[in-house]
């Protein structure tokens, strides 16, 4: 049973850095993690693109769904330790590789996926799983799950805490990979407003731009956590 579900779109930045907060706290406390499904474009599917996001959000997300076919078609082949895995992969080539791949990304979604496949000693067959309509209900099931969880008015990264019976929250949205003493701090306080029942929001609009490679954002000042990331990343891409 794993200790946390952690609902996500390959696409999402902030989803991307939560969910490399969740790995170093993961490492450390030697938490499993189950690396779910939910589709911001499916989440969207009534929504007019054109008056609600900027030009090429539909795109960018349905390359996410796009990205979440190939994840289910693994999970199928090969168990949800996989997931881990490709999402890491995925994330890293998207989001902390240099601007412009998330543009190829939206070209081509098959030709984006089969080198990472091929890093991971994965078959690259199953890129071509992107365009596979048939694993849509498996995703739009996860996707409806995630909801049920939190009501429908969130975004992506939602974390499922101690399921089946925890409680779920959207978040946290964060724009910096905290360092591994504060990661454990501000899991702390995340459990904790988890456990309580009565919890419903904590927010604030101002945001700054995620602190990711992959948006243009100079990272090199990111010293020592990346450094400790680095050393830390084998196994826990696996949870």
Not at 27 to 38: A, G, L, T
Not at 72 to 84: M, N, Y
Not at 140 to 167: K, M, N, Q, Y
Not at 208 to 234: C, N, S
Request: proline share 6%; glycine share 8%.
């Amino acid at each position: 049973m794993a200790d946390l579900d952690f609902y996500f779109d390959p696409v999402c930045p902030f989803a991307w850095m939560t969910s490399k907060w969740v790995r170093t706290v993961a490492s450390q406390r030697n938490y499993q993690v189950e690396w779910r499904f939910i589709s911001l474009r499916m989440v969207n599917a009534e929504v007019d693109y054109d008056s609600h996001f900027p030009p090429g959000y539909e795109r960018g997300h349905t390359a996410g769904l796009e990205l979440l076919r190939v994840a289910a078609a693994l999970r199928s082949t090969h168990g949800a330790e996989a997931v881990g895995r490709l999402y890491a992969a995925y994330g890293a080539e998207i989001f902390d590789s240099e601007p412009g791949r998330r543009e190829e990304l939206n070209r081509d979604s098959v030709a984006f996926v089969t080198p990472i496949l091929a890093q991971l000693g994965l078959p690259t067959d199953l890129a071509e799983s992107a365009l596979d309509t048939s694993f849509d209900p498996e995703i739009r099931a996860e996707t409806d799950r995630a909801l049920s969880l939190t009501g429908r008015d969130v975004g992506t990264p939602i974390l499922h805490f101690e399921p089946p019976e925890g409680t779920a929250l959207f978040g946290p949205v964060i724009s910096r990979l905290p360092d591994p003493s504060e990661a454990i701090a501000l899991w702390e306080h995340v459990v904790a407003l988890s456990r309580f029942g009565g919890f419903a929001e904590l927010k604030r609009s101002l945001r700054e731009t995620p602190q990711l490679k992959g948006l243009g954002v100079d990272v090199g000042q990111i010293g020592a956590e990346e450094d400790w990331q680095q050393g830390h990343r084998r196994d826990a891409v696996d949870s």
